[in-house]
């Protein structure tokens, strides 16, 4: 039985060590362009009564998006890209838990910041019919005119209060659901003037990480060492009685 226990962790050390020397294999998704099961659009306050106003063109390489945030501050103004990920509502969000970074390709004026939100299903609080129950996770972008290529590292994104104030969410739950994204958004920054015209000019947007492939491998194999192991050893066990 000695023998065999030598084997089996021979074999875990090798196993391991071949983990440990094999390099990290990236992966990127695509928000934009488009795959299969994405949809994008734009949105503003017109049908609510505002007096913000927007184009929107898009095409298989390019997305192109200007707004103009209406100019009477005594009225609400908004505007913003939205990408949903589930549009039947099928609950086939995409699993990101291993997403480390979102990285923006994109050409910009008029502006020198974009509001980034990930919408994400949490099982303590979303009801899949209210759009608005799924956690929001946020970041300030900042840009400069011209051409811009930004990374946004998901540890940086965060729930805002007013979020939980809004659906009157219980503040002590914070795990943060990074597997399980719905949507993606694109908003005005919070200095935004109004009734002054900003564009966006989308190359690309990508979720980016680092695949467990290898590390599913090795687990597996871990598993099935053990199983032997143990299995072995009540054999042993019940030919001695």
Not at 135 to 157: A, D, Y
Not at 217 to 226: G, H, K, P, Q, Y
Request: glycine share 6%; charged share 25%; proline share 4%.
């Amino acid at each position: 039985m000695k023998k065999t226990y030598i084997i089996l962790g021979s074999i875990a050390a090798v196993v391991l060590a071949v983990y440990l020397l094999l390099p990290d294999v990236l992966f990127e998704e695509l928000v934009f362009p488009l795959e299969k099961g994405s949809t994008v659009l734009a949105y503003d306050d017109r049908a609510d009564g505002g007096e913000s106003s927007t184009t929107f063109k898009v095409t298989d390489s390019e997305l192109s998006f200007e707004c103009s945030l209406g100019a009477d501050t005594a009225k609400s103004s908004w505007c913003g890209l939205l990408w949903n990920f589930d549009p039947d509502s099928l609950k086939q969000f995409r699993n990101w838990i291993f997403v480390d970074s979102l990285i923006f390709d994109l050409d910009v004026s008029g502006t020198r910041e974009v509001l980034v939100k990930l919408w994400a299903y949490d099982p303590d609080v979303t009801d899949i019919r209210k759009p608005k129950t799924f956690r929001l996770l946020m970041k300030e972008m900042p840009l400069h005119e011209g051409h811009n290529r930004v990374s946004i590292p998901m540890e940086q994104l965060y729930t805002p209060e007013f979020w939980s104030e809004d659906l009157k969410a219980d503040v002590n739950l914070k795990q943060r659901h990074h597997e399980t994204m719905a949507r993606l958004e694109i908003a005005p920054g919070w200095n935004q003037a109004r009734g002054t015209t900003f564009s966006l000019k989308i190359h690309s947007i990508k979720a980016v990480g680092v695949s467990n492939f290898s590390y599913g491998i090795v687990l597996a194999i871990f598993v099935v060492l053990t199983i032997v192991a143990v299995g072995w050893r009540h054999k042993v066990k019940n030919d001695e009685e």
